[in-house]
Structures are given as structure tokens and as C-alpha cells.
């Protein structure tokens, strides 16, 4: 099923300031998830992912942590800049399977 | 660099029309999605192939159907455009492992 609600949310912050997007998901059993960043007007682009025996990876300005107690997903940005303006969306996915894609939250960032 | 290349990105068709989506990888993934992408609703999953001559249906199929005759090429069909198939739809690829997918740009299909 679905792993978020229907309504995207909107998330602003400051340029500069480290942004918080969250993600609840659904099925227990996923043990590979993944941040996808989608610009306006493009297909969506790889940011970064985790396996369920992690729960935390970095990148570069980027960190995912994973609670596997709660079923919950988040990606910080740090410094974030107006480039970083997109759609965020988590996908879950079990080994073999298909992803399921949450809705996604929409990052404002402002001057 | 990877890519997955769909053939146009915008689309303006008429109802009851047959509409052709094309999409191609270079790079020799075993299985190819077809999503469809409405605001609010998240990614949803049209149909997929895991190998050539292929396909799997996926949450949405009804109204759609896919061709998969080559192994980078996955092409979606509307056998019968209808204004509710207006959508962005995308194509991704991944391979046959439990990896992510790479997108393609999208498709904007209106439907009048």
C-alpha cells in the first residue's frame, strides 16, 4: 500500500539552513531504501540510498537515517541551497521487488 | 553516464486516439517500469519487464499495455487515449539486482 498520505507537504527553509525531510514507510520486510530528488520538469535523480542493517549513511551534504523501530526515513541536507528547490520522494523496496514511491514533500528554499 | 531517453517530453493527443511512448536505456538492464506520476499521488506502476518479450502489470494497468521486443527499448501503449490518461509519465530502468532505478525525463501526455 501506500507508505505516505495522499497531500504533498511543503517544507521551507532558509538558504543556508539544514533541512529535515521525513518519510514513514509501510512494509516492515523492505530492507533497501532510497532518496530521489525530482527538479521541475524532469524525471527524478538518485541521491542517495541504505540498507536496512545501516542506520545511517552520508554523503556528500547529504545524511539518510534510518529507524527501522518505527518504520521511519529521513534525509538532511545540510547548508541547503537554492539549487536543492525540488520534490524529495523515499522509495522502499525488498530485495527482488518492486519500489513502492511515497508522494514526496516539496523543498522550498528561500533567499 | 547512464542514460534512460524517452522520446518526447511533451505530448498533446487527442481521445480515442493510440498513443505510442517510447523509452530506451544504454545501459543493459534487465528490467525497464513504466510509471505514471499525478500530483499528490506519488509514482505508480503501469507495467514492468524484467527481460525482453517480457511484461508484468503493475498497480494500474487497465488502459495501457507494453512491448518490450528489445532489451533496451520498453514502450508503453494507449490503446485508446481517454483525458483521465493525462499525466506525466516516466520510465526508468534498474538492473537485475536490488539496485535503484534510473529515470528518465518524463513524458507530458495531455489528453482533449
Known amino acids: 500500500g501506500e507508505s505516505v498520505g495522499l497531500h504533498l507537504p511543503t517544507l521551507s527553509v532558509q538558504e543556508g539552513d539544514n533541512s529535515i525531510i521525513n518519510c514513514a514507510y509501510s512494509n516492515s520486510a523492505s530492507d533497501y531504501f532510497i532518496w530521489y530528488k525530482q527538479e521541475s520538469g524532469k524525471g527524478p535523480q538518485f541521491i542517495i540510498d541504505?540498507?536496512?542493517?545501516?542506520d545511517k549513511r552520508q554523503g556528500q551534504r547529504v545524511t539518510v537515517l534510518l529507524n527501522k523501530t518505527v518504520k521511519h526515513l529521513s534525509l538532511q541536507i545540510a547548508a541547503t541551497q537554492p539549487g536543492d528547490s525540488a520534490v524529495y520522494f523515499c522509495?522502499?523496496?525488498?530485495?527482488?521487488?518492486?519500489?513502492?514511491f511515497g508522494p514526496g514533500t516539496r523543498l522550498s528554499v528561500l533567499p | 553516464d547512464v542514460k534512460v531517453t524517452q522520446s518526447s517530453r511533451y505530448l498533446v493527443k487527442r481521445t480515442g486516439e493510440k498513443v505510442f511512448l517510447e523509452c530506451v536505456q544504454d545501459?543493459?538492464?534487465?528490467?525497464m517500469f513504466w510509471y505514471r506520476q499525478d500530483p499528490g499521488l506519488g509514482l505508480r506502476l503501469i507495467y514492468f519487464s524484467y527481460d525482453v518479450k517480457m511484461k508484468e502489470k503493475g498497480d494500474i494497468p487497465e488502459g495501457y499495455s507494453v512491448s518490450r521486443e528489445k532489451k533496451e527499448r520498453f514502450s508503453l501503449i494507449l490503446e485508446s487515449a481517454s483525458t483521465n490518461q493525462t499525466s506525466m509519465y516516466l520510465c526508468a530502468s534498474r538492473p537485475g539486482t536490488a539496485r535503484g532505478y534510473t529515470f528518465g525525463s518524463g513524458t507530458r501526455l495531455t489528453v482533449v
Open positions: 541504505i540498507r536496512s542493517n545501516m
Open positions: 522509495a522502499e523496496g525488498d530485495y527482488g521487488q518492486n519500489f513502492v
Open positions: 545501459m543493459d538492464h534487465e528490467n
